[in-house]
């Protein structure tokens, strides 16, 4: 499964942005989909996971009512909309991919088999 994640850019606290990933080569094996983000000096951490199909949605404390992850499976396209961005919200963001199922949360790394590249999300103040 191949992973194309899109949509970073630099943008103002408040506005809003919406990231994509593009899977393809093998999506039938793919069970959940989730977004991670790396900030400058700090451990990847979970943003936000959801079921291929569309449902059973997953967030993070930190992006709860803000953030919202969503899938098109024609498209073989997951997306996260971001809102109210904070300078706090910039990290370079990456798209991840699960076999399963499984009985696991989907919010950690080593639950996913699959990685983008990661695009980068700028946020002034």
């Known amino acids: 499964v191949q992973l194309q994640a899109s949509g970073g850019g630099l943008v103002q606290a408040g506005d809003s942005l919406r990231l994509s990933c593009a899977a393809s080569?093998?999506?039938?094996?793919?069970?959940?989909m989730g977004w991670f983000r790396r900030a400058p000096g700090k451990e990847r951490e979970f943003v936000a996971a959801?079921?291929?199909?569309?449902?059973?949605?997953l967030y993070a404390d930190s992006v709860k009512g803000r953030f919202t992850i969503s899938s098109d499976n024609a498209k073989n396209t997951v997306y996260l909309q971001m809102s109210r961005v904070e300078p706090e919200d910039t990290a370079t963001y990456y798209c991840?991919?699960?076999?399963?199922?499984?009985?696991?949360?989907?919010?950690?790394?080593?639950?996913?088999?699959?990685w983008g590249q990661g695009t980068l999300v700028t946020v002034s103040s």
């Open positions: 959801i079921k291929w199909s569309g449902a059973n949605t």
């Open positions: 991840a991919a699960a076999r399963g199922p499984r009985t696991v949360l989907y919010d950690m790394r080593m639950d996913y088999d699959y």
């Open positions: 080569g093998g999506t039938l094996r793919i069970h959940r």
